[in-house]
């Protein structure tokens, strides 16, 4: 595991620093926008944890497409094996923030902070375990509709969220 991250994190660095630097940016970009409909669609509209993936799952499809065009890696493993990963990060930051809250009670604003920087770095790192221990990929309608049924949901969910806690905003 140790060489997993430390590979990871030395090829991935620089991608892992866009995806948190993004999804920090893409936090205010909403309210900067007047509420313009087109970034409430990829950015957080309120202070759910649904809407707070949102800050982990577009920065980093942006930075796989850009990083698939620069590198030009195969196609199918690579968006499989980084949908993968990014399901990892999804999961990890639910996982810990309502882990976290419901020990303590609350949230705390730098806990986010660090669930949400861990969670980028664990979706780097799930990929690159995935890309040397999956070996089957789907076909390629099926990779790409993972991708795009995933953004719908953000798109959906974000217009009418279901009445559970988390598309709640959490309590101080």
């Not at 995935?130 to 076909?139: A, D, E, L, M, N």
Request: contains cysteine; hydrophobic residues 50%.
């Amino acid at each position: 595991m140790r060489f997993l991250f430390h590979t990871t994190f030395k090829k991935d660095k620089h991608s892992i620093l866009a995806v948190i630097l993004l999804g920090s940016l893409s936090h205010f970009l909403y309210e900067l926008s007047g509420g313009a409909a087109i970034f409430a669609l990829f950015c957080p509209i309120n202070e759910s944890v649904w809407e707070h993936l949102k800050l982990l799952f577009f920065p980093f499809l942006f930075i796989t497409v850009i990083q698939w065009y620069r590198q030009k890696p195969p196609l199918l493993s690579f968006f499989y094996h980084r949908f993968l990963g990014i399901l990892c990060g999804l999961l990890t930051t639910v996982v810990l923030f309502y882990t976290y809250t419901g020990v303590i009670g609350r949230h705390f604003l730098i806990i986010d902070l660090l669930i949400f920087a861990f969670s980028v770095t664990v979706s780097f790192c799930a990929s690159r375990y995935f890309s040397r221990k999956c070996t089957v990929v789907p076909s390629q309608s099926i990779v790409f509709s993972l991708w795009i049924i995933t953004a719908l949901f953000f798109f959906v969910f974000s217009c009418c969220p279901p009445n559970i806690p988390l598309f709640f905003s959490p309590q101080a």
